[in-house]
């Protein structure tokens, strides 16, 4: 096959187009330019879009002997990952950025343009496997990114190839380093690639601006100020500036956030747990489920979080997931993956939270049960 | 491979580069006193007036520098601070806004570093200098004027400057033009003193000669301040021990391309007029851009430049590539992004057109094969590029 390696510059990348090398494949290798000043996003190994990385990648491609480009997408990346980015938490939810480059860059504006121009398929150093075109977890349970690519159809997951689910990070690095490839002792990037600093509060507020608004407890009472909704997560325990202590003395957090009021909603560890979460734009990509019926599944809700059983019903354009053991820390933004089951890795499926409930709050707070978070 | 970008790098001829092999194994520091010092600075000094006579030098005046950037860099700089340093008035560089990125650079540099005024002077639709926006920039404050940088030819759309207009209105006010000679040299006739310029820069590789080595010619009373500084090899205008093996080829390959220029030249014109005529018929609506020509004294004779509508230049690049077919999409950054070009934005082309050019450059290896293959690549590729732009417009409207 013809293939297209998107080459960020670090060492999964390089070992992934080095595989497919090794299978056979015609494979050409691609830096993708995100950043509209490649200066101003992270500077050395930390990123994916530096000066440097672009010189590793091209560096990395010469040892495999294959073609490389730069292909520049830093325009549809601002539109689609970071203009975006900046919305959901203007809208007071908590977005995935790399999810989104998944969905919108890497298996949308690149794999089109892969295929039209004659490609067969996109290969990328994502830990994750494919069985059958069905998405799986990587079988190093520390590294796998089945999470951020759940968002993607069966059609694109149909053009993609994932060469190290198989192989665990530290394989991955003994291979890199094997095949002389330099990136092999590079640091793992983490964090947003595009706040240079890490600091995504003030990332934000450069360019959200300041919006004061109060801090209540779940009575309502004002117990605190923000300078703007934006800087918080649902879950978030730091950085509150809670004048008032809490009552029974024990730590608060973030349990939800609303902008149009511009109010952020403290409360107890306790108050957090949710039992059930509400998504929509659902992506059916793992084998056929029969949405007529409730699924039994597991959900992951964060990126790195915990997996429960849950069970999933589909009502019109939405997902009720009710999780078996309720879960803290869980923000409207985030996807809610489900999984097979205790035994079954693969990917069923893939949802965009919305807003959370939980069974406690009807008991005490004899409410509707739904807490709104946006 | 059919190797159409010369105008990036060009073979070194078999000539310039025997003479070269040959001197690699000499010992020899030119500015050494004894024996094989002397030896080393007679290869230096031979070259010298071998090049001299190819370009229309006294040897004298030619100053040997790393290559055509960093010869630009010298001229403008040098230009610049020695012009002021005689009359502190004297801040104003007129540039043309079409210069190679040597001098378009250097000259931004001192506008942002060295208190310069900078005039980019403007140039029509098909890349050529405004001589009345020249002299009317130069009238309004004649006193002002450090210098006036316009290049010979352009590296991206081969169009020829009318430089010895430019000399001529220059020279009523008194002031010094450096030209960016890169291109032309050896493509046109270059002399350099009967041209009146001040400063010239030239390039060794992308004449036939090696990498690394480029020249300077500064004429016998124009006072440049050096950049480098060392041990004063070169007229105490530029230091560092002279590459005496690579100036040697350097001179070679001057003399036997400026012997042989006009028949190449007349061969090359044949080359690219056949290789625009296919490229019209199989792409009918790509443009050529720069001056028609033919002549030579309008469009360098080697170079081939278009706009493909509705194709990305990066894509029709790979996939040329892809096809065995080498050439251009002008200019990228350091990481390696095709950026528009500033050369044909300024020639008024829409930034969407002009990153769908591509440049296609001939040399003395490029052949009747060389021609037919890039016109049998270039349909297919154009139709995949165009469905390729089309399906990631389409991708960002879902």
Redesign the interface.
Known sequence: MRLLAAMSGGVDSAVAAARAVDAGHDVTGVHLALAENPKSFRTGARGCCTLEDARDARRAADVLGIPFYVWDLAARFREDVVDDFVAEYAAGRTPNPCLRCNEKIKFSAVLDRALALGFDAVVTGHHARLDDGVLRRSVDPAKDQSYVLAVLTRDQLAHAIFPLGVSTKAEVRAEAAARRLAVAEKPDSHDICFIADGDTAGFLRDRLGSAPGDLVDTDGAVIGSHDGTYGFTVGQRKGLRIGVPAADGNPRYVLSISPVDRTVTVGSREELEVDEVIAERAVWSGRPVDTSTEIACVVQVRAHGMVTPAHVMVDGDELRIRLAESQRGIAAGQAAVLYGGADDDTVIGSATITRTASADLVRRRDSTGIVRIA | MHYLDHAATTPMLPEALEVMSAHLHDLGNPSSLHAAGRAARRTVEEAREQLGAAIGARPSEIIFTGGGTEADNLAIKGLYWSRRAADPRRVRVLASSVEHHAVLDAVAWLGAHQGAEIVWLPVDRLGRLDLDALEASIASDRGSVALVAVMWANNEVGTVQPIHDVVEIAARYGVPVHSDAVQAAVQLEVDFTASGLSTMAISGHKIGGPLGVGALLVGRDVLVEPIVHGGGQERDLRSGTLDAPAIAGFAVAAEIAVARREGQAKRLAGLRDDLIAGVIAAVPDAVLNGDPGPEPDRRLPANAHFAFPGCEG??L???L??NGVACSTGS???????QPSHVLLAMGLDPELSRSSLRFSLGHTSTDGDVAAAVEAIGPAVE??R??R???E???S?
């Open positions: 990066d894509a690049l790979m996939l590539d892809a990228a950054c350091s990481a390696g992004v095709a995949r590029a469905n390729a089309q399906a990631v389409a991708s960002r879902r």
